[in-house]
């Protein structure tokens, strides 16, 4: 047996697989032989069970002949029918036609046997035979009596005694026949199986032995590497075989070899290494810091797509910084009237590979503004060809709203000196000329057409003396005193005092106000003038009969500063986009018939004065909302500036 593996060892693979079904192939084509003579016996068998079967019809056709011809002859000896007649020498002729087929075809004994009945037969047909003869001829006397005294059936009864034994003899042949039919069909079974076990059995020793000579050296391969430590390469023992798995133990050997020369090497600049990343760890740590902390929004772009955002810019925009935010988001915050000029200065310089600057403004969802100043400049990107921008964008609305103040200042010490003047020089004429005017109306009659005249110059001075107060009451400087207002009461009392307008161009003033916010800390007396003024400028805008004025409340935080939002909304002509930006600014009316341009500027500058802000947005045909923002609670004087 050890010959034999050593043998096994120094094949190959191939061969030794290939020696797998080499003896069974061996021991098939010799069961293979035994099977196929077992089934050509199994054939012969059913071939002489069939022939016997043949024979074995024929003969019962032989003696259903008989009985037929015995009764053809009875029929003819007592009626004399021609038909009988024609039958008896039919079943005679059919009688000689079996005789032939049979003699000489069955076995030895079975012949002699059928031989006998032949003859008792070819006796009892030669004697009906003469009988049938002497009838035809008239005589049917002898025939009769031929009859009545029974040798017909002494012969019949002789004919089946020859039959029977005939039958018997033929059975005990058949069942013989069966009996050998049916040992080649149990014989063939048991040679199939036993082949089949034998020959599994061969194919199981074969992929054994082969089995042993392959997997055994893997297998103690296998646990001389499992033997090694975690942290070492394992050392692969050589083989002395000369088959594939001895040249792989000897390539494995020399591989292990290579890579624990080239482990150390690693083990030597491991330290390096855990030094360098800890370096760029930090690098990165600080980098990630600095942007993300950054008091200034760093945004990076492909094209004009938003491809990262750091934290700061995503407050700028009025976005969580703590979520993830999709790039087209960026655009959408951007004031619809600045978003197609952004897109076109930073598509233009892409284009052109220039740095770029621009201003814009982000608009919050709360309806937060954001001034920005955001300045391109493009660099490579390491991982592609392609030119990337980074952009800066600064937070300039407090810079903006300082310089707003700052021109509002310059221009309201200039508009104050103005106003001083004007009602030094107007405001003393304006009295005289209407103490004159109301002199002289008092001269004329009723129906004179120059006490019209008059009535026109006392008009028209009232009118002078209300311009010279709103331009005094718009350039002086703010003072506070607010108070708890209530501003359902408000809300109520302006539209009392505005109910005669209201009525006379049969108008309707509806209130939705929060019921979570009933008072405000403010200058009561101001803040009904801005109502005043903004209901008025609704009322004057909505045609006669139009829809109803709505004045609405809710609760707003702005930086999380407690406030209230107060909109009032008409469905009046509206006002175009192109002056909507500049109906609070001195001297700009909207189409009012006596308005000054003064009304929604000193609103503004009351508003602003309790730390709010209005706004105003506005459809052409379809209606104006103004809103207004103001905190809950004023801040005290020292805080405010």
Not at 10 to 20: F, G
Not at 83 to 97: S, V
Not at 108 to 113: L, N, T
Not at 250 to 276: C, N, P, T
Request: glycine share 6%; hydrophobic share 40%.
């Amino acid at each position: 047996m050890q010959a034999l593996y050593k043998f096994l060892d120094s094949l190959p693979i191939l061969p030794k697989l290939l020696l797998i079904p080499a003896v069974p192939l061996l021991f098939l084509l010799l069961l293979g032989a035994m099977l196929s003579m077992d089934v050509l016996t199994f054939f012969h068998d059913e071939e002489r069970l069939n022939e016997r079967y043949l024979l074995q019809k024929t003969v019962a056709q032989y003696m259903r002949s008989v009985a037929d011809l015995e009764t053809a002859f009875l029929g003819y000896s007592i009626t004399r029918n021609d038909q009988y007649f024609e039958g008896f020498k039919q079943r005679r002729e059919t009688l000689r036609t079996f005789e032939r087929e049979l003699v000489g075809r069955l076995p030895k004994e079975e012949d002699q046997q059928f031989r006998e009945l032949q003859k008792a037969v070819t006796k009892s047909v030669e004697e009906k035979e003469r009988l049938v003869d002497a009838v035809k001829a008239g005589s049917q006397t002898e025939a009769v009596r031929y009859i009545h005294e029974g040798k017909s059936r002494e012969i019949m009864v002789e004919i089946r005694t020859w039959m029977r034994r005939f039958e018997e003899m033929e059975q005990q042949t058949t069942q013989q026949e069966l009996s050998a039919l049916n040992y080649d069909q149990i014989r063939t079974i048991f040679i199939i199986l036993a082949g089949g076990v034998v020959t599994l059995a061969l194919i199981t020793l074969g992929l054994a032995v082969i089995a042993r000579s392959i997997v055994a050296p893997l297998v103690d391969l296998s646990k001389a590497m499992d033997t090694e430590t975690a942290d070492s390469v394992p050392k692969i023992p050589e083989l002395d075989r000369k088959d594939e798995i001895g040249e792989l133990t000897r390539v494995m050997g020399a591989m292990s070899a290579r890579i624990r020369q080239d482990v150390e090497e690693l083990q030597h600049s491991e330290y390096s290494l855990k030094k360098l990343n800890a370096s760029l760890s930090a690098s990165e740590a600080k980098y990630r810091g600095l942007v993300d902390h950054a008091p200034v929004g760093i945004v990076m772009t492909k094209g004009v797509k938003v491809t990262f955002s750091n934290r700061y810019n995503q407050q700028l925009a009025g976005l969580d910084p703590d979520k993830d935010v999709a790039p087209a988001t960026f655009l959408q915050c951007i004031h619809p009237a600045d978003r197609s000029r952004v897109l076109t200065t930073l598509a233009q310089a892409v284009a052109e590979g220039r740095p770029c600057e621009t201003i814009f403004q982000f608009v919050h969802e709360d309806g937060v503004v954001r001034k920005i100043l955001s300045r391109h400049v493009p660099i490579m990107d390491l991982e592609s060809s392609d030119i990337v921008y980074v952009g800066f964008n600064i937070d300039i609305t407090a810079l903006e709203s300082l310089q707003v103040r700052l021109s509002r200042a310059e221009n309201l010490a200039t508009l104050g000196q103005v106003a001083a003047g004007i009602a030094h020089e107007l405001r003393n004429p304006l009295v005289g000329i209407g103490s004159t005017a109301k002199v002289l109306l008092d001269d004329f009659e009723p129906a004179d057409a120059k006490r019209k005249e008059v009535e026109v110059i006392l008009a028209e001075t009232r009118r002078l003396d209300r311009i010279v107060n709103e331009i005094v009451d718009f350039a002086r400087v703010r003072r506070l005193a607010p108070t708890r207002v209530d501003l359902t009461q408000l809300v109520n009392e302006v539209a009392k005092l505005l109910h005669p307008q209201l009525e006379q161009k049969h108008l309707a003033l509806k209130t939705n106000l929060s019921p979570m916010i009933n008072e405000v800390h403010a200058d009561r007396d101001q803040l009904r003038q801005v109502l005043l003024n903004v209901v008025h400028n609704a009322l004057e805008a909505t045609p006669n009969g139009g829809s109803p004025i709505q004045i609405t409340t809710d609760e707003l935080f702005r930086e999380e500063r407690p406030g209230i939002m107060i909109q009032v909304k008409d469905a009046g002509h509206g006002i175009s986009q192109e002056l909507i930006g500049q109906i609070f600014q001195p001297f700009v009316t909207s189409g009012k018939r006596s308005g000054t341009g003064l009304g929604l500027a000193i609103c503004k500058n009351i508003i602003e004065a309790h730390g709010g802000d209005i706004y105003a947005s506005s459809e052409v045909g379809k209606g104006t909302i103004l809103g207004i923002w103001m905190p809950l609670e004023q801040e005290p004087v020292s805080m405010r500036g």
